[in-house]
């Protein structure tokens, strides 16, 4: 099993930079996609972004596209989150998790939550107006 521990959260001002860390640990997590997800008040836990085993695609929600970017180092067994261009509305407690050992699935797999295992304990950002 895997485990997660998501850091790097915090208050910012609309407009702002955050960059989320994910720290796995277990030789396994390289196998696997990675995947972040957010959760606002009241609202479902969603998902914000993904890269498959390899790296060899990434997936957003649209309303992140062209402002958050995921990366991982296989080094460090550690998948990150860049935010910029932050928003209100981008307020929630961030998680990053691990998906499919595959990279020939269908996009779908790698987008959906029922999809991920091993969870982080997750990261609250708070965006200010």
């Known amino acids: 099993q895997v485990q997660l521990v998501e850091s790097g959260g915090g208050l910012v001002q609309a407009g702002g930079s955050l960059r989320l860390s994910c720290a796995a640990s277990g030789r396994d997590f390289n196998n696997y996609a990675v995947g972040w997800f957010r959760q606002a008040p009241g609202k479902e836990r969603e998902f914000v972004a993904s890269?498959?085993?390899?790296?060899?695609?990434?997936y957003y929600t649209d309303s992140v596209k062209g402002r958050f970017t995921i990366s991982r180092d296989y080094a460090k067994n550690t998948v990150y989150l860049q935010m910029d261009s932050l928003k209100p509305e981008d307020t929630a407690v961030y998680y990053c998790?691990?998906?499919?050992?595959?990279?020939?699935?269908?996009?779908?797999?790698?987008?959906?939550?029922?999809?991920?295992?091993?969870w982080g304990q997750g990261t609250q950002v708070t965006v200010s107006s």
């Open positions: 890269m498959k085993k390899t790296g060899r695609n990434t």
């Open positions: 998790a691990t998906g499919v050992g595959s990279d020939y699935l269908t996009s779908n797999v790698y987008t959906n939550l029922r999809y991920y295992n091993s």
